[in-house]
């Protein structure tokens, strides 16, 4: 088969940018490109203080957004600026100061001649020596600083792969005579303040008054239901551990560990949003339908001398997930 000459397809007159044949324009565009790699370097520092120097629960507050966690707004808006700003770095450099030649390509035969490949690697070479990496030290130290910097912010993640949990996932801040709290108004209650059908969302005093971490709302959480003791379906040790037809589940699902979030009145059934685990309260949480495995955890309660709702004793198994080592049946 025979190769047709190319025919001229009238492209317009080439114009060359300012940077090729303006010297001081050239080292202004370099100097753009350096400082658009300087503030990626930046946004990654901002990424490493944010990751270690600002508490994981910090709120802060800004006029659009309202209160918001500190930790997450400034870990994503570093990351974001330190690649945004490598992109950019990157284009400027090769819109104003990478070569600029019109190149014409032949069609080739499948598999190159030898000495085409061997002109090709040359022409790699040579490319990438007129490039001007070599020349631009300026351009290469910044690229270098932040590429190097970017590259290492996975290396900080590393971090939340440890420390191993320990007996973490089997521990709450419920012991022996913890006060319930509502949520969020950290409120002591007592029996009166819940009606017959109502269900309140609570959380452990904690000692001296301690803030809730995120990590212990994420195991502590806790369900209030009443209904009229004579409902309860339970054996004599369970229906000891209700108070006045009250009676507290851990609030995370055990099948995945999403928040049991919705009450059904009429029936008695708390319904978890994820995959429509169903858990009878009468019957202590028993699972009636969807993939949980084990009932929700039940904390046993009472009143103390003053009247308030406290816990009798931890949950009676470790809330959230079953997993491996904890029993899925
Ligand atoms: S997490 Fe609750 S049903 Fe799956």
């Known amino acids: 088969m ?41 946004g990654t520092l901002l990424f490493i203080f944010s990751y270690l120097a600002i508490p994981q629960d910090e709120l802060i507050f800004l006029p659009i957004m309202g209160t918001t966690n500190a930790h997450q707004l400034f870990l ?23 070569p600029d030649h019109e190149v014409v390509d032949h069609r080739k035969e499948q598999r190159s001649k ?49 420390p191993l949990p320990g007996n973490d996932l089997n521990e709450t801040n419920w012991k022996r005579g913890t006060r319930l709290l509502t949520d969020p108004a950290l409120r002591p209650i007592r029996p009166a303040d819940l009606e017959v059908g109502a269900v309140a969302q609570i959380l452990p005093e904690l000692p001296g008054g301690k803030k809730h971490s995120l990590a212990d709302i994420a195991k502590d959480a806790v ?11 339970l054996d004599a040790e369970r229906l000891s551990w209700t ?44 699972v009636i339908f969807g993939p949980a495995a084990r009932p929700l955890p039940q904390l046993a309660i009472t009143v103390d001398a003053d009247g308030y709702l406290i816990a009798k004793d931890p949950f009676n198994e470790a809330v959230g997930p079953s997993f491996w080592g904890r029993d899925s049946a």
């Open 2 to 42: 025979s190769i047709q000459p190319i025919q001229d397809p009238g492209l317009p007159t080439h114009v060359h940018r300012k940077a090729d044949t303006d010297p001081v324009a050239a080292k202004r565009a370099e100097r753009q490109v350096a400082i658009l790699f300087l503030i990626s370097a930046l």
């Open 76 to 98: 994503g808006l570093g990351l974001a600026v330190a690649l945004f700003f490598i992109g950019m770095g990157a284009v400027h450099w090769a819109k104003t100061l990478m």
């Open 114 to 162: 030898d000495e085409d490949r061997d002109a090709f690697v040359a022409t790699i070479r040579e490319q990438g020596a007129t490039a001007g990496l070599g020349r631009r030290t300026l351009i290469k130290r910044t690229l270098g600083l932040s590429l190097g910097l970017v590259g290492l912010s996975p290396l900080l993640l590393l971090g939340d792969l440890g």
């Open 223 to 233: 369900l209030l239901v009443r209904i009229r003791p004579e409902e309860f379906n």
């Open 243 to 286: 108070y006045q037809g009250i009676i507290a589940f851990s609030k995370i699902c055990s099948h995945m560990g999403c928040a049991v979030a919705l009450y059904e009145q009429n029936t008695k059934h708390l319904l978890c949003p994820c995959h429509q685990s169903t858990f009878d309260v009468t019957r202590a949480a028993e």
